[in-house]
Antibody
């Protein structure tokens, strides 16, 4: 059974960089697409970015300039860095596994990140 | 990349059927058979209910069905049950390795 677990600081200061890691068990990150999705409190879902195998990434155009993705196959983890954060980046951040067409079958439980001084 | 358009809320009585629409453009919903639907209960991660417009993952009841016409996809829930009360989100591939979600629909079971 594939399981995903997000980890990282729950509080980030404005203008700093938000860093999260998604640890994967039950499957290799060298297969499938792996995405980050966020949900501000009381609001809807927003796709942030994905990584497909090593070196192939893409991001939501609205966030592209601030997003960096990376992967560590030795640890079976992938990570998100979101720079220059503001209060608008406060959200529950999820990681998920999917293909191009078949939707996100596996989700992490989500982690709340608050941007505040 | 604009969010797909969904009604903010829908409601129905137990046993009834409801349909939630998801409207995009020819660059996303209309251009690909890559529409997915997710159910989200409060405080929980989303759960995939429909993928590739009409397919149900293993374990999802056949009361849930999906369809698409032009730039609009739809999720129909028949035989509505109390446990179906949740938020529902559609999503579509938009080409060039990007995806977009709808704004979400709150389903109330009366």
């Amino acid at each position: 059974q594939v399981q995903l677990q997000e980890s990282g600081p729950g509080l980030v200061k404005p203008s700093e960089t938000l860093s999260l890691t998604c640890s994967v068990s039950g499957g290799s990150i060298t297969d499938y697409y792996w995405s980050w999705i966020r949900q501000p409190p009381g609001k809807g879902l927003e796709w942030i970015a994905h990584i497909y195998y090593i070196g192939s990434t893409n991001s939501n155009p609205s966030l592209k300039s601030r997003v960096t993705l990376s992967a560590d196959t030795s640890k079976n983890q992938f990570s998100l860095n979101l720079s220059s954060v503001t209060a608008a980046d406060t959200a529950v951040y999820y990681c998920g596994r999917h293909t191009v067409a078949q939707g996100i079958h596996y989700w992490g439980q989500g982690t709340l990140v608050t941007v505040s001084s | 990349q604009s969010a797909l358009t969904q009604p903010a809320s829908v409601s129905g009585s137990p046993g009834q059927s409801i349909t939630i629409s998801c409207t995009g453009t020819s660059s996303d919903v209309g251009g690909y058979n890559s529409v997915s639907w997710y159910q989200q209960h409060p405080g929980k991660a989303p759960k995939l209910m429909i993928y590739e417009v009409t397919n149900r993952p293993s374990g999802v009841y056949n009361r849930f069905s999906g369809s698409k016409s032009g730039n609009t996809a739809s999720l129909t829930i028949s035989g509505l049950q109390a446990e179906d009360e949740a938020d529902y989100y559609c999503s579509s591939y938009t080409g060039t390795s990007t995806w977009v979600f709808g704004g979400g629909t709150k389903l109330t079971v009366l």
